[in-house]
Structures are given as C-alpha cells and as structure tokens.
C-alpha cells in the first residue's frame, strides 16, 4: 500500500516559486500514475498534473508552461515546481498515486499566492 506526505507549501507572492514534493512509502512510485490535485476554498478539487509510470506527463491548460511534474524513483518522491504562480493558484495541493482501481492521497500542503 502507498503511503503519500506532501510538503514544501507556503505563503509566496505572486510571481514567484515553490517545489511541493510528495514522498511516498510502502511501494514504489515508479509503478504508479502520480497525480497532483488542488482544491480552493469552496471549489471542487481540480487535476493539475501527471505523470504516469512510463514517465509520460501531462498538464492542466490553467498551469501549463508554468508548472513542470517530475519524480526522482531513488527518492520515491515526485515533485511539482511551480513557477510564475497567481493568487488564483491558491490552494490545498494533494498528490495521489493510481494503480489499477486503487487511488491513495495524501494530506494535501497549502498554497497561498498573495502580495
């Protein structure tokens, strides 16, 4: 079973940087699709990025070009760099890892984009 703990949010202004990073136990990340999630105040929860087991990766139109998904597998972790970030980038971000029908989450690491 994939245990996941997000880490690396904060309070940044807008037009700056943070790396959240999603270290994961009890499997390996290399045989997972990792996904970040964010969630707003009373929005739904929203897909950001992917990348699947064979390495291939994706975004969302709202992030793309400015957030880059990576993982290093000696480290089980994956990473979201986030560059030129927005207010409206404010969120709860969550990673979770997807395995036939099985989805595991992890506790989420806030994001506050504010000046």
């Known amino acids: 079973q994939l245990q996941l703990v997000e880490s690396g949010g904060g309070l940044v202004q807008p037009g700056g940087s943070l790396r959240l990073s999603c270290a994961a136990s009890?499997?390996?990340?290399?045989?997972?699709?990792m996904r970040w999630y964010r969630q707003a105040p009373g929005k739904e929860r929203e897909w950001v990025a992917l990348?699947?087991?064979?390495?291939?990766?994706s975004y969302a139109d709202s992030v793309k070009g400015r957030f880059t998904i990576s993982r290093d597998t000696a480290k089980n972790t994956v990473y979201l760099q986030m560059n030129s970030l927005k207010p409206e980038d404010t969120a709860v971000y969550y990673c979770?890892?997807?395995?036939?029908?099985?989805?595991?989450w992890g506790q989420g690491t806030q994001v506050t984009v504010s000046a």
């Open positions: 990348i699947t087991s064979g390495g291939i990766k």
């Open positions: 979770k890892g997807s395995q036939g029908a099985y989805d595991y």
């Open positions: 009890g499997s390996k990340i290399s045989m997972y699709a």
